[in-house]
């Protein structure tokens, strides 16, 4: 299978011609990701006897359009209100929701779309011109290999426990036994179920995320009349458009950043199974640990706030990759486009491309439009859209409360999942008082199950030798990658202070 460069200018053009589908798209996108528990794939399932209806093309730009801007969409409430829309954006609100706190939320937003669309848009066409190397790349990450994925993420938690380390530590390991609730992988023996049906497929995920972030936030903020500081009300008064061409300007004085970190959320989202949310973590735990400022991560850091945006914008064209060259999708959504591809009768792998490109080829091409477009129409809300954080807490607590609970119901429509957020809410506001991290809970309980999950089919492989962990050479380099992340920080650290030591000397 071999790119066809000559077939992109066309083929571009004619994506323009779909501007009509893609622009109203763009703004249902940013509404369904903004509401936490709904998200692209619950849209699509529910408009999906009009989108097998539709012509071909037509459905496939309106899929991938909503796709890419309910990715975007999920990072504004985690940035506003400290409330991820999906677990995708779990790691946004780490240094976003500080920025918004500061009133420097138009600057925040104006960071996190420039971020999105250019890692979103970067990634596309890297996609589209390297599509038969990063095809080989599901092909090469089994299971030792993601074992080792899983954990660039988890040692996320290592980073968070530097501030607090026995706090930090007790809270991701918090995480990781709720994560262990469910059904065991080999036997399908119930653990810490308690006898509820709801538990047996593990822990939800969403109802635990609105639950940590959102409902726990509620409760904090009705302590006090604003989210906002002192310092942020009165900067939020008198906030212009130049804050939005001050956001935009940051992040573009970051592009590097942006590049490295998408390309990251790229790779993973090559991998069937492994999404946005291992995507963000592993490219916010990177960019920590190569900052030459770690110490300013959680507290606001530009840095902080375009490295899981970007990455987790750079797996949407990754996830595209598995499903159209072997017919494997990478998430929900890629699932989804697979039901409709097949209802129209068209064929996966190197021969879609050579003869139906329009459709291979074309649906990368509809991802980069859409970032293109997104560019145009969504930078210009990003001045109204932090607004959100003058509203009185009395009015937006309640408000945050209803939507998430709503949010925890919609995808299992289960009323226990109401219950389970109200549950992780008030865990997630015991933890906020007492000085627990609620990410490193949630990153257990994200990763811990398929942590799990790769490690016993790992073991199950091996008829149960331990060593089969170092068996494989390209999983050797990532452990080795992964001990050099671990050890880079406290290198660093010991050679910033022996340089504070050696300039108090003089």
């Known amino acids: 299978m071999e790119s066809n460069l000559d077939l992109f200018g066309p083929l571009f053009l004619h994506t323009l011609s779909f501007w009509w589908v893609i622009v109203p798209t763009i703004f249902l996108g940013l509404i369904v990701g903004a509401i936490p528990g709904f998200s692209a794939a619950n849209t699509i399932i529910i408009l999906l006897p009009l989108t097998l209806v539709m012509e071909v093309e037509v459905g496939l730009v309106f899929m991938v359009a909503l796709y890419c801007s309910s990715r975007m969409g999920a990072g504004i409430p985690a940035i506003l209100v400290n409330i991820p829309g999906t677990a995708g954006a779990a790691a946004t609100p780490l240094d976003g929701y500080p920025m918004a706190r500061a009133g420097r939320g138009q600057q925040a937003l104006a960071m996190s779309f420039v971020a999105s669309t250019l890692g979103g848009l970067l990634t596309t066409i890297v996609a589209l011109v390297s599509m038969p190397v990063l095809a080989e790349v599901g092909y090469y990450m089994h299971s030792v290999e993601m074992i080792v994925v899983m954990l660039f993420g988890i040692s996320l938690i290592a980073s968070i426990a530097a501030r607090d380390t026995l706090k930090g530590l007790i809270a991701g390991f918090f995480g990781l036994m709720i994560g262990a609730i469910g059904t065991d992988v080999v036997y399908a023996t119930p653990r810490g179920t308690f006898g509820f049906l709801e538990l047996y497929d593990g822990v939800p995920l969403i109802p635990a995320l609105v639950g940590l972030f959102a409902v726990s936030e509620a409760f904090i903020i009705i302590e006090k009349d604003s989210i906002l500081t002192e310092r942020g009300r009165e900067s939020m008064r008198s906030t212009s458009w130049a804050a939005t061409f001050e956001g935009i300007a940051i992040a573009f004085k970051h592009w590097w950043h942006i590049v490295w970190t998408s390309l990251i959320g790229l790779v993973i989202g090559v991998i069937p199974g492994a999404g946005a949310s291992i995507a963000s973590f592993v490219a916010y735990q990177q960019s920590r640990t190569y900052s030459k400022t770690p110490e300013l991560y959680g507290t606001g850091h530009p840095a902080g706030l375009i490295a899981p945006e970007s990455a987790n914008n750079g797996v949407t064209s990754g996830t595209l990759v598995p499903l159209l060259v072997i017919g494997i999708p990478g998430g929900a959504t890629a699932a989804i486009m697979l039901i409709v591809m097949q209802y129209h009768g068209i064929d996966f792998g190197p021969s879609l491309f050579q003869e139906r490109p329009e459709i291979g080829y074309g ?27 003058m509203v009185r807490t009395v009015y937006l607590a309640p408000l945050i409360i209803s939507f998430t609970l709503v949010g925890a119901f919609v995808p299992r429509e289960y009323m226990f999942d109401m219950y389970i957020g109200l549950a992780f809410g008030i865990i997630g506001y015991i933890a906020r008082k007492t000085g627990y991290h609620v990410a490193a809970i949630l990153i257990g309980v994200i990763l811990g199950p398929l942590l799990e999950t790769y490690f016993l089919r790992a073991l199950k492989k091996s008829e149960g030798d331990i060593m089969t962990l170092f068996s494989s050479n390209l999983g050797n380099v990532l452990w080795v990658m992964l001990a050099i992340s671990l050890l880079t920080p406290v290198y660093l650290d010991r050679r910033r202070r022996k340089a504070a030591a050696a300039a108090e000397k003089t």
């Open 363 to 389: 649906m990368f091409m509809a991802m980069a439009v859409t970032y293109f477009f997104m560019i145009l129409t969504i930078l210009p809300l990003s001045r109204y859209m932090s607004r959100v954080t």
